[in-house]
């Protein structure tokens, strides 16, 4: 049983481009979660989605940041015309949506902006 | 709304020697607790969690949790460390279904 799977591990883009983060969640898990982690910061909850359903996107910046996941296919955090201090890891996490809230996190995606 | 802190952020122990880190935590319902140690440009890896029942809750690697619902914390611990226990580890709660609120982390270093 494959864990959760982000690609690509390493991400570098120029400030403007976009940036695209995909997550497989684990096999039978239908719920996803991306968080970010800033150089030498803790985890921040960004935005939280079910199939074809966004839950909470309380910690999802107003602007440039969007999140889906299809019914079919991965999750993808996409950042549009990215600046240097979006450069951090992002990391998913998924669960199997019942019974207690234990997630499981992917290698996470470390993004750089040059 | 929850929060965590973690009142260390740098743990300096020799190797063989015992270890606490520190966390508490404030929510106005009932929580679950996690302990999750991250190695250098890795995933987080779950040590250990606490749901219910039992307040001493045991892990993976040796370590250990208590959870203190008078004090709201939830320290970790573990007898005796070893060089490979060096890492980063981030406590977190949850209330339920949905997202987790992380500490900032504590960095644990183990020396010769």
């Known amino acids: 049983n494959a864990g959760v799977m982000q690609n690509p591990r390493h991400l570098v883009r120029r400030r403007g481009q976009e940036a695209r983060l995909r997550c497989s969640p684990m096999k039978g898990h239908s719920h996803v979660y991306w968080y970010r982690q800033l150089p030498e910061e803790g985890l921040k909850f960004m935005v939280y989605?079910?199939?074809?359903?966004?839950?909470?996107e309380s910690g999802m910046p107003k602007e440039r940041f969007s999140a889906e996941f299809p019914k079919e296919g991965p999750s993808i955090l996409r950042i549009q015309q990215v600046v240097r201090g979006d450069s951090a890891a992002y990391f998913c996490?998924?669960?199997?949506?019942?019974?207690?809230?234990?997630?499981?996190f992917g290698q996470g995606t470390r993004l750089t902006v040059v | 709304a929850q929060s965590v802190t973690q009142l260390d952020s740098q743990v300096p122990v020799f190797e063989e020697a015992p270890v606490e880190l520190r966390c508490n935590y404030s929510s106005s319902v009932s929580v679950y607790l996690f302990w999750y140690v991250q190695y250098p440009n890795q995933g987080l890896q779950l040590l250990l969690k606490y749901l219910s029942g039992s307040t001493l809750v045991k892990g993976i690697n040796g370590f250990e949790a208590e959870f203190n619902k008078s004090q709201t914390s939830f320290h970790l611990r573990k007898p005796s460390v070893h060089i490979s226990d060096t890492a980063e580890y981030f406590c977190?709660?949850?209330?339920?279904?949905?997202?987790?609120?992380f500490g900032d982390g504590t960095t644990l270093t183990v020396k010769p």
């Open positions: 989605l079910q199939k074809e359903n966004i839950i909470d």
């Open positions: 996490a998924s669960s199997p949506g019942q019974g207690p809230p234990e997630a499981f």
């Open positions: 977190a709660v949850s209330a339920g279904a949905g997202k987790s609120t």
